[in-house]
């Protein structure tokens, strides 16, 4: 890193200021934490934007908080733990833009059961998270004999009235991003990337029917532009059709309103002592070793226990049996991971229900992060008082351990450990040494 004050690299024997330079790496900690916050708010502002939905407050954030990174502003610790802080409030009223502007266009999400296998014909498997691009897609495809359907962070699509009432919107294929080398090679269709969470094709294999549009690009890919899709269906139709392939039925669309609707059930389920725990499990996913620990914690989790579930970091669980308890399903697929503002919601829904702050309910969040989003909602989690929280696979390398310790005494922010220990401490359970 090469420090701006002292026109040296950062540390080096002539680097003697503070602030961003590595006499101070704590500034440049809470710095890169707050430009990671930005780029999650950046992502949902354009979709938002995209949408209609704009908020002059959002905008002058983005402003204020990137001036505050820049060299010689402030060395001041406080400031900046201060705007990391509002960094998360913002991300709120982003997440909460954004899911006012897809219930306006896409009506409110409900429970929805979603088909995994293929149906004989030809396809286009779209992935990101521009609902806007898919809805562009179902309606240009509609009548052509071409069905859809959605790959990762795109599953939740299938939950909004508007978008599921189109009968060639086929199912879902595939999981999480970082297996899209693998699966996509399998898919015989036409790929259409909208956003980010792409992967540069292995050689010789899907280049030639990858499609990018928006914000996406990959070299050597068609970008569409102005949300024409004609090449994209002209390609389907031209590639092998896929084969009749029935799969396992997975479910999503709990969006808060939905929960919220079934309040009446879930709360003397819980005073009855029927439902005595809720797990969000959920966040960013990636192909690191030690991600395995979210499936075994979900398999772990008591019977008489609920899993709330979001973004890809689902797809370690979501297609493992859960079951029910009367009638309230043990996994509950709220959505993308901007629908941490459903999660949100509900936990006040459930505080008020109970008379309670939200860290007196039995509610643990054990989350894992990747990129940009999940530290902006981690971030709006922190404003919001959330503490207890269980992150990983790992503790992100940009944090000091001044500021993790900030964090700690603050928020009691804890990195995961094993599946059966972090359930004994979240329960309530004395664990041995």
């Known amino acids: 890193m090469f420090c701006y004050q002292c026109e040296q690299t950062a540390g080096g024997a002539g680097c003697v200021k503070t602030g961003v330079c590595g006499k101070n790496p704590d500034i440049q900690s809470l710095q890169d ?8 708010i ?10 209609g939905g704009v908020d002059p407050e959002v905008d002058a954030f983005m402003h204020e908080a990137l001036f505050k990174t820049v060299t010689n502003v402030s060395f001041d610790l406080k400031q900046h733990i201060d705007m990391v802080l509002k960094c998360g409030e913002v991300n709120l009223k982003t997440m909460e833009l954004l899911d006012k502007a897809h219930v306006e266009k896409f009506g409110a999400p409900v429970p929805t059961e979603v088909e995994t296998g293929t149906k004989a014909g030809p396809g286009i498997l779209i992935t990101g998270h521009d609902l806007l691009d898919l809805y562009e897609l179902l309606k240009q495809t509609e009548g052509t004999g071409v069905n859809v359907y959605t790959h990762s962070e795109m599953l939740p699509a299938h939950g909004y009235p ?3 009432g189109f009968k060639h919107f086929a199912g879902n294929f595939g999981g999480a991003w970082q297996e899209q080398k693998k699966e996509w090679k399998e898919f015989s269709g036409a790929l259409l990337v909208t956003t980010n969470c792409v992967m540069t094709p292995p050689p010789n294999t899907y280049l030639d029917r990858l499609f990018t549009a928006g914000i996406s690009g990959v070299e050597g ?4 532009k102005d949300r024409d ?3 994209v269906i002209e390609k389907a139709k031209q590639l092998p059709p896929l084969p009749e392939a029935p799969g396992k039925k ?3 669309g709990f969006h808060h309103t939905a929960i919220l609707g079934l309040a009446d059930r879930i709360v003397p389920l819980v005073k009855q002592g029927k439902i005595k725990h809720f797990f969000l499990i959920g966040g960013c996913d990636g192909a690191r ?4 620990y979210y499936t075994e914690f979900a398999e772990n989790v008591p019977k008489d226990s609920v899993i709330l579930t979001l973004a890809c970091g689902k797809y370690r669980f979501n297609k493992l049996e859960f079951g029910d308890i009367e009638g309230i399903p043990r996994l509950i697929d709220i959505g993308q991971c901007n629908n941490a503002y459903s999660a949100i919601q509900v936990a006040v829904a459930l505080s008020k229900a109970f008379n309670c702050g939200v860290n007196e309910l039995p509610l643990s969040f054990v989350l894992s992060w990747f990129e940009q989003k999940a530290v902006a909602i981690l971030l709006t ?3 919001l008082g959330i503490k207890g929280i269980r992150l990983g696979p790992s503790l992100p390398a940009f944090v000091t351990p001044n500021v993790l310790k900030i964090l700690q005494d603050t928020f009691d922010i804890q990195p995961i450990t094993t599946p059966d220990q972090d359930l004994k401490v979240l329960l309530g359970e004395s664990v041995s040494a």
């Open 33 to 40: 934490i707050l430009l990671f916050g930005l780029k999650g």
């Open 42 to 51: 950046a992502a949902y502002a354009y979709h938002a934007r995209e949408l």
């Open 162 to 164: 508007k978008l599921k």
């Open 221 to 224: 890919a068609t970008h569409i």
């Open 229 to 231: 899709f004609t090449a």
């Open 250 to 252: 997975i479910m999503t």
């Open 289 to 292: 070793p030690g991600r395995n």
């Open 381 to 383: 989690l922190f404003h």
